[in-house]
């Protein structure tokens, strides 16, 4: 097999969409649908055995969701990438589905070049995401943005709650002193939450901070 194909596994327990998504995958050249599966058990079973590049995981699964099953994939074959399929247009889905280790999350609505688009992106070593849910979070994101604000909105995401209001009030341009107050907390213990939130987000300028809270759409 040429190194320059992307072997795929899909997972997805509505057997008619199954059929037809490979069949349409099959005809592209850079790509193979090695495994097709319709539950959980088969799909940690194949995994193993295989270990595809890629995985299409629908997130509504039969007695289990797509989103428990990622984490336990990634343990069987580290190497492999994952896109989640849904027909859910829910933010809370995607962000928790990057969180647990996800590479893509594709509306099934938008099945055909969306889909590849995301493949072959994945394969490149980005992040996809639909660009509407993308527009849910950082409003003006191009498409030619979307690996960097969904990377953006992981990162936010794994901020604590204090962490996002503390870093929400300095971007504001709140003193550290005025954020001790308004939190009823030390300034000490305020300044932690700051350093830690920055470190967490690869940055270390307030400036850039600004701008991050402001593709967010949190600056109020």
């Not at 950082?138 to 604000?149: E, G, L, R, T």
Request: aromatic residues 4%; proline residues 3%; contains cysteine.
């Amino acid at each position: 097999m040429a190194d320059n194909i992307t072997r795929l596994m899909v997972v997805d327990d509505h057997i008619m969409l199954l059929h037809g998504l490979c069949l349409f995958l099959n005809e592209e050249p850079d790509i193979e649908v090695i495994v097709q599966v319709s539950n959980a058990r088969d799909a940690l079973q194949q995994a193993e055995r295989v270990k595809p590049d890629i995985i299409l995981l629908d997130i509504t699964l039969q007695k289990t969701s797509g989103l428990d099953l990622i984490e336990e994939l990634l343990d069987l074959t580290p190497k492999t990438q994952i896109i989640i399929l849904t027909m859910h247009d829910n933010a809370q889905y995607m962000q928790k589905a990057l969180k647990k280790g996800a590479r893509g999350f594709v509306l099934k609505k938008g099945l055909g070049e969306d889909l590849l688009y995301a493949i072959r992106s994945v394969m490149r070593g980005e992040i996809y995401v639909h660009p509407s849910l993308v527009k849910t979070y950082i409003p003006d994101a191009s498409v030619k943005h979307i690996p960097q604000a969904a990377e953006e909105i992981i990162r936010w995401g794994e901020l604590s709650a204090r962490e996002q209001e503390v870093l929400i009030l300095v971007a504001r341009g709140y003193t550290s002193k005025e954020i001790a107050e308004k939190c009823l907390l030390s300034e000490k213990t305020i300044a932690t939450y700051r350093s830690r939130g920055m470190v967490k987000l690869d940055i270390d300028r307030r400036s850039e901070l600004v701008r991050l809270v402001m593709r967010l759409g949190k600056m109020g």
